[in-house]
């Protein structure tokens, strides 16, 4: 009798290492993939809004200068939030201990990082960038002469954004796959 007492004692112990141990690998996932989910979801709303309203402006009789202005003032709003999320992505990968995250960190990263705009840094600082070399072309002697390169530059402008905003809805569609896999694995 003693030895079944003793039994059930280590098996109550062993349930609660067990639960203890969920409770942990939980209170991680809250505090390390969840908040980074949620921010990024916020920030990937913004994008799609900016970067409609992105080819509305360039749709309308705004020249890309003052285009290139707004752009500038509108992606300072949420750029806090973006370099937070990406600066604790890439410390959370780099801890061992969140092994069980990393294809989510990655995708997240490459939600920043994977667009048409490489080597530019972040999608709204590509675009930018983009515009403002065409900004600067606009300052040119060769640009001044030939007003019907406004119509063009504006089309290549719509055609970058449209394809930086394709990229970002594929990648967003990827973070979520990356966030469901550890829901579903919790």
């Not at 200068?65 to 949420?78: G, T």
Request: include cysteine.
């Amino acid at each position: 009798m003693k030895m079944i007492g003793s039994l059930i004692s280590l098996l109550d112990k062993l349930t609660e290492l067990v639960k203890h141990k969920k409770q942990i690998k939980d209170d991680r996932f809250k505090d390390l993939v969840k908040p980074i989910y949620e921010e990024l979801q916020k920030v990937h709303k913004d994008y799609v809004l900016f970067m409609e309203a992105s080819k509305a402006m360039l749709d309308s009789d705004l020249n890309v200068s003052e285009i290139s202005r707004k752009f500038m003032a509108d992606r300072l709003e949420q750029e806090a939030i973006r370099s937070s999320i990406i600066s604790m992505v890439r410390c959370f990968r780099e801890d061992h201990k969140n092994k069980q995250y990393s294809e989510f960190y990655e995708a997240v990263l490459h939600y920043f990082y994977g667009t048409d705009l490489r080597g530019r840094d972040t999608p709204s600082n590509g675009l930018l960038s983009e515009m403002q070399k065409w900004v600067n072309s606009e300052r040119t002697a060769e640009f001044a002469l030939s007003r019907t390169d406004n119509t063009q530059v504006r089309k290549i402008l719509e055609q970058i954004v449209s394809n930086v905003l394709g990229d970002l809805r594929n990648h967003w569609g990827e973070v979520s796959k990356e966030y469901a896999k550890l829901l579903t694995n919790k």
